[in-house]
């Protein structure tokens, strides 16, 4: 009977599924605009770069008059890695609103969605997913256009796929959350439904450069441009901040086309006092390159820069970008004001919205610029001074640490972490999570070289092997061994509820099933665990918390009469 129990929670195995159902797209409206720089194969865009810069947009300008909200029919392809397996689900970041005028404007709103694989047992790939979003007809603002775009969450995540036709506004469509085919209302569905992304044009402009037809030109040593923003009053938790640039780059005077460079960025606070640098590599997707004059054509380039604080947009500051390139190139590079706009993510406080990404240094070394100037939890192993793990010199300091793990090592700037010792042989190995800036120092002989400016670093190993204990025993319920062995299968059947380095106890007791889980819920957001996951079959019950780089799961379901808990605990994966 325990591997019923068994088999019955490892359903669960890709848990966010239960949100949303299969659907067909008969009738619906679709995109009058796509654009992906995802990977092209076979009419699909694939979403799969560890950088997370990978994108699918659809921008609708004939949506539906009415008063009901926008039901949303999805299609789309996933799997575990490049030509990988079949039956994946597809997770993903939805940003949707009202696009404003131009492609950089208005404002959205954010969702997480996972889609169900749908492929039947005869499709013979098994990659195809399908699922339904339901939009307030408010992200309208009184309009008719709707702007998507979607891009994973994860550098962990499924590979996604995505083409033109994967979005269509679906006509007499949607029941809800709990109606028959199961949709996501963003509105009503988790932390991440309420955080927005907010659009803030530069408050000032000003050049050194030789204007030109509107757009300022940096090509000689003293020109520089600079944009500034205001204070901004946002009584949400600002998650992350960045400032994009649409900037026009050439070889030469009256250069050609197809050109991109690389260069040095200063962020001045109100008063003109430098409070960080770094570069943005603008980068130049036009093809073919041409050298000599195309008379405007193929000039545009994109770039963005993450302001390394993002409450720097509370008192203000300047972005300034002065000639010459950093990459030795000598191009030319222009904007103006509209050419640079700041956006932010705005979440509630204390909300898993406000969050910082997790990490490891694989993910930075395999796309460094992707995460140049962000501020990011890292987690990996303290390593100290060992040496021959990096061909990169220690960026700052000869004090400088390093971290990682598996054959990937960055140097860390700072402080090490609480209770370790560079000099200790029992701190080296040590599982720790790093707080900090995302930096990059260009050696001689070794290239690009990105380290890590610690804000805080703190131990996580012994964390993960107490939090088990830390997790209240249900009051009346018993140690179960004979269930233990089950509980370890279980530990391998279930999709990150059993994690490296922690541990799962097995408890009967005569309580229902549902008064189990409401003591859980309790006294987990007494303790300050914040919970990301609860689903309630008509069997049994799957909840899931978080708290920094610990997660905790809860099991509960009815075996022989008696109500069977497991209660797992370890690291974040």
């Known amino acids: 009977m325990w591997k019923n129990f068994l088999a019955w929670a490892a359903s669960f195995g890709f848990l966010l599924v239960l949100l949303i159902g299969p659907i067909g797209i008969a009738n619906g409206v679709y995109a009058t605009k796509f654009d992906s720089n995802g990977d092209l194969i076979q009419g699909w865009y694939w979403l799969?770069?560890?950088?997370?810069?990978?994108?699918?947009?659809?921008?609708?300008?004939?949506?539906?008059?009415?008063?009901?909200?926008?039901?949303?029919?999805?299609?789309?392809?996933?799997?575990?890695?490049?030509?990988?397996?079949?039956?994946?689900?597809?997770?993903?970041?939805?940003?949707?609103?009202?696009?404003?005028?131009?492609?950089?404007?208005?404002?959205?709103e954010v969702v997480e969605v996972t889609l169900p694989n749908v492929s039947p047992p005869s499709d013979p790939v098994g990659y195809t997913c399908k699922g339904q979003v339901v939009i307030p007809r408010s992200a309208l603002h009184g309009g008719s256009q709707l702007f998507l775009r979607v891009e994973r969450i994860s550098p962990t995540d499924n590979h996604v796929a995505f083409n033109e036709d994967s979005m269509a506004i679906l006509l007499g469509s949607g029941q809800g959350i709990g109606g028959q085919g199961g949709t996501v209302q963003p509105s009503e569905h988790g932390a991440a439904a309420k955080a927005e992304l907010l659009a803030v044009p530069a408050d000032n402009f000003r050049s050194s450069g030789d204007p030109i037809l509107g757009i300022y030109w940096c090509r000689r040593q003293g020109h520089f441009l600079e944009w500034t923003w205001k204070p901004i009053s946002e009584p949400r938790?600002?998650?992350?901040?960045?400032?994009?640039?649409?900037?026009?780059?050439?070889?030469?005077?009256?250069g050609g086309s197809g050109w991109g460079t690389t260069v040095e960025v200063t962020l001045l606070d109100p008063a003109g006092t430098q409070v960080a640098s770094g570069q943005v590599e603008l980068v130049?997707?036009?093809?073919?390159?041409?050298?000599?004059?195309?008379?405007?054509?193929?000039?545009?380039?994109?770039?963005?820069?993450?302001?390394?604080?993002?409450?720097?947009?509370?008192?203000?500051?300047?972005?300034?970008?002065?000639?010459?390139?950093?990459?030795?190139?000598g191009f030319h590079f222009g904007g103006a004001k509209d050419r640079a706009l700041l956006v932010l993510?705005?979440?509630?406080?204390?909300?898993?919205?406000?969050?910082?990404?997790?990490?490891?240094?694989?993910?930075?070394?395999?796309?460094?610029?992707?995460?140049?100037?962000?501020?990011?939890?890292?987690?990996?192993?303290?390593?100290?001074?060992?040496?021959?793990?990096?061909?990169?010199?220690p960026p700052v300091t000869r004090g400088d640490w390093l971290v990682?793990?598996?054959?990937?090592?960055?140097?860390?700037?700072?402080?090490?972490p609480e209770g370790l010792s560079p000099w200790d042989e029992g701190s080296i190995g040590k599982s720790i999570t790093v707080v900090g800036t995302v930096r990059l120092k260009t050696d001689p002989t070794a290239g690009p070289c990105p380290y890590i400016e610690?804000?805080?670093?703190?131990?996580?190993?012994?964390?993960?092997?107490?939090?088990?204990?830390?997790?209240?025993?249900?009051?009346?319920?018993?140690?179960?061994?004979?269930?233990?062995?089950?509980?370890?299968?279980?530990?391998?059947?279930?999709?990150?509820?059993?994690?490296?380095?922690?541990?799962?106890a097995?408890?009967?007791?005569?309580?229902?099933?549902?008064?189990?889980?409401?003591?859980?819920?309790?006294?987990?957001?007494?303790?300050?665990?914040?919970?990301?996951?609860?689903?309630?079959?008509?069997?049994?019950f799957v909840v899931i918390w978080s708290?920094?780089?610990?997660?905790?799961?809860?099991?509960v379901a009815v075996e022989q009469g008696r109500t069977v808990i497991v209660v797992g605990c370890g690291k974040k994966l």
Not at 62 to 79: W, Y
């Open 48 to 108: 799969r770069d560890r950088g997370l810069q990978h994108y699918a947009e659809w921008t609708f300008t004939n949506v539906p008059p009415g008063t009901d909200d926008i039901v949303i029919g999805i299609t789309a392809l996933a799997t575990d890695r490049a030509s990988g397996g079949r039956g994946f689900s597809a997770r993903f970041r939805l940003l949707y609103g009202f696009p404003g005028a131009g492609p950089m404007g208005g404002v959205f």
């Open 237 to 254: 938790a600002i998650v992350e901040a960045a400032v994009n640039l649409e900037l026009l780059v050439t070889n030469k005077l009256n």
């Open 284 to 329: 130049n997707p036009f093809r073919p390159r041409f050298l000599d004059d195309t008379h405007g054509i193929g000039y545009k380039t994109y770039g963005v820069f993450s302001l390394p604080d993002p409450n720097l947009v509370r008192t203000g500051f300047r972005l300034r970008m002065a000639w010459p390139p950093s990459d030795g190139s």
């Open 345 to 393: 993510v705005a979440a509630p406080q204390g909300t898993s919205g406000a969050t910082l990404p997790s990490v490891h240094v694989q993910d930075i070394l395999s796309d460094p610029r992707a995460y140049l100037n962000r501020k990011v939890e890292l987690v990996g192993e303290f390593h100290g001074w060992q040496g021959g793990l990096t061909s990169c010199p």
């Open 404 to 416: 990682g793990e598996a054959g990937a090592y960055i140097y860390a700037t700072g402080p090490f």
């Open 454 to 504: 610690v804000e805080g670093a703190r131990p996580t190993e012994g964390a993960a092997r107490g939090c088990l204990a830390a997790i209240p025993v249900y009051p009346g319920a018993t140690p179960s061994p004979a269930y233990e062995e089950g509980a370890s299968s279980l530990a391998q059947s279930l999709d990150g509820v059993s994690l490296p380095g922690g541990g799962a």
């Open 506 to 540: 097995v408890y009967t007791c005569p309580a229902a099933p549902g008064d189990v889980v409401s003591f859980y819920e309790q006294a987990m957001a007494a303790a300050g665990w914040e919970k990301e996951l609860a689903l309630a079959p008509e069997n049994g």
């Open 547 to 555: 708290k920094e780089a610990l997660s905790a799961q809860l099991v």
